[in-house]
């Protein structure tokens, strides 16, 4: 989409940033039990850290990053062998353990023990592009009849008790068309189901019109790992993905977001909050409610708020009446709440929760070669480099590090006359 589909002021950014934020991003392991289409990190068997190390890295994010969770991914951290211990450890740090799995190795057994060590809640990975290690019955299924694997571990860590789950799905082009039923699944289970995100495919694919380099040496696509043989699209935005969603629910309306490093009005993470029941969805969340939310949660734990508990996400009637003075998106759920009771007064027994529903946006390649990232960040990771030297970066772009120990600059390919020396003096400024 070219014209502004949000005026910037009728958000609320999230105020995360490097050093304070709601997220970050810890992997034990690179192993994964699947392959699938999209996925940014290599598949590596017995690539476990030990555990001492993993600590480090904690200790690291500790000493520079203040955060609320610590997602816990890969690989697939179900395969990590000490992951009970891990989650442990993060919990004893006073931090929220989520882990981020494809939900194979996951059995009643172990989700026990996980939430006996303090697991806070689950992110389940599953769409349609998945690679072979499903069980087959699984294979040639679409987005909407995957619904019924969703639902299995949802079910599952409902049945636990006291975990809070999430499902990201990554959206393709042929896969959009399915993002809106995906929401209203998300609806008739918004009793055991917290948040739902979506994904947008980004990959390096043959007509993208850009030449790679590493430092002054060029980098072919097909060595990047994140690369496609397929002329495939990529550069569906997350307003693109609300206007689907809105073929449903006419009303949908986001409440905050993350920009772009280069381009403010680009909405990398956007963040819609509901209130509603499995009969019906009463109305979103504003602006107000998410800053009077996010700095409350700041003031009370000095650190900005990322997963709620299932708990608290079961309160939202008290959330509704609490915060509708002050928010225009929440008096009009409290009033469409109204007419809902009107309708039937036991109604009112009924309980109102708030769902999460995110759309992010990754990676964007702008025509004069800049590379539009998430601002602030909340997969952000650990790397240290062959020198020792420790820092925080992109998760989703550890594979150019792990490579070429460094990010990889991008050059428009109509500059094919020129030198590698100068397409990296381009990207630095110097000419």
């Known amino acids: 989409m070219n014209e502004p589909f949000f005026k910037i002021d009728s958000l609320y950014r999230l105020p995360w940033n490097l050093a304070d934020n709601g997220i970050t991003w810890l992997e034990p392991t690179s192993q994964c039990n699947l392959n699938c289409y999209g996925c940014y990190r290599k598949n590596v068997k017995n690539s476990h850290k030990p555990l001492d190390e993993v600590k480090r890295e904690l200790d690291f994010f500790q000493a520079n990053r203040k955060t609320d969770c610590i997602s816990i991914a890969g690989g697939d951290p179900l395969l990590y062998p000490n992951i009970v211990e891990l989650v442990a450890d993060i919990k004893s740090r006073g931090l929220k353990p989520i882990i981020n799995t494809n939900g194979i190795a996951l059995t009643p057994e172990l989700l026990h023990r996980l939430k006996e060590a303090g697991v806070f809640g689950f992110t389940f990975h599953i769409d349609s592009q998945q690679g072979k290690g499903r069980d087959p019955k699984w294979a040639g299924k679409n987005e909407v009849e995957l619904n019924e694997l969703r639902l299995y571990y949802a079910e599952m860590l409902a049945k636990e008790g006291g975990i809070s ?16 039923e995906l929401v209203e699944w998300a609806q008739k289970h918004i009793d055991i189901v917290q948040t739902m995100v979506f994904i947008i495919f980004r990959y390096v694919t043959p007509k ?29 935005m997350a307003p693109d993905v609300v206007m689907k969603i809105r073929e449903k629910y006419p009303d949908f309306q986001p409440a905050a977001f993350l920009n772009g490093t280069s381009r403010p009005d680009y909405y990398k993470w956007l963040l819609t909050e509901r209130f509603g029941n499995k009969d019906h969805i009463f109305g979103y969340a504003g602006r107000r409610f998410m800053e009077i939310v996010m700095n409350g949660y700041h003031f009370k734990h000095d650190r900005y708020l990322s997963y709620a508990s299932p708990k608290t996400a079961s309160i939202g009637k008290s959330a509704l009446f609490g915060l509708a003075p002050f928010d225009k998106g929440a008096r009009k759920a409290l009033s469409n709440y109204w007419k809902y009771l009107g309708g039937n007064p036991f109604r009112i027994f009924k309980k109102v929760y708030n769902q999460t529903i995110m759309i992010i946006q990754p990676v964007d390649f702008l025509e004069n070669g800049d590379q539009s990232m998430c601002d602030g ?15 925080l970066v992109w998760s989703c772009r550890l594979e150019e590090l792990m490579q070429y120990g460094e990010f990889l600059h991008t050059v428009p390919a109509k500059s094919q006359e020129i030198s590698a020396e100068e397409a990296v003096n381009i990207m630095e400024g110097t000419k």
């Open 165 to 180: 789950c999430s499902f990201n799905s990554t959206v393709y082009e042929n896969t959009i068309q399915y993002v809106p």
């Open 208 to 236: 993208l019109p850009y030449r790679f380099f590493a430092g002054d040496q060029e980098v072919f696509k097909e060595e990047i790992h994140y690369h496609s043989d397929k002329d495939e699209k990529t550069n569906i």
């Open 377 to 391: 960040c909340p997969d952000i990771t650990y790397w240290k480099d062959e020198n020792g030297n420790e820092r």
